[in-house]
């Protein structure tokens, strides 16, 4: 079983960065994909950014390609994401999850565990 909670939403202006953060109750994190989805009002849960067990493998969407950026830190059990030059269209739920699959993946589905999301609201 895992346990998520993301922490570092807030509303920002258009240009600013924000760091969010997922700290993680698990036994060992290294067994665990992990990865950030968002959620806009009306849509679907999108893929944001994900990382492999080790941290040598990244993907994240086009939309934000050049400025997210997604870390993990396996002995503080901690993953992070850094986001720069935001966007109003950012604006959304962030929310953090991990899967067994452990090199990582883009796939929703195969996401098990998931947090409760954070809040990110960018203004123009």
């Known amino acids: 079983q895992v346990q998520l909670v993301e922490s570092g939403g807030g509303s920002v202006q258009a240009g600013d960065s924000l760091r969010l953060s997922c700290a993680a109750s698990v036994r060992t994190l290294t067994a665990y994909g992990m990865a950030w989805f968002r959620q806009a009002p009306g849509n679907d849960r999108d893929f944001v950014a994900a990382i492999s067990w080790n941290g040598d493998k990244t993907f994240y969407a086009d939309s934000v390609k050049g400025r997210f950026t997604i870390t993990r830190d396996n002995a503080k059990k901690m993953v992070y994401l850094q986001m720069n030059t935001l966007e109003p269209e950012d604006t959304a739920v962030y929310y953090c999850?991990?899967?067994?699959?452990?090199?990582?993946?883009?796939?929703?589905?195969?996401?098990?565990?998931w947090g409760q999301g954070t809040q990110v609201t960018v203004s123009s």
């Open positions: 999850a991990a899967t067994p699959v452990a090199a990582g993946t883009t796939r929703r589905d195969v996401y098990r565990y």
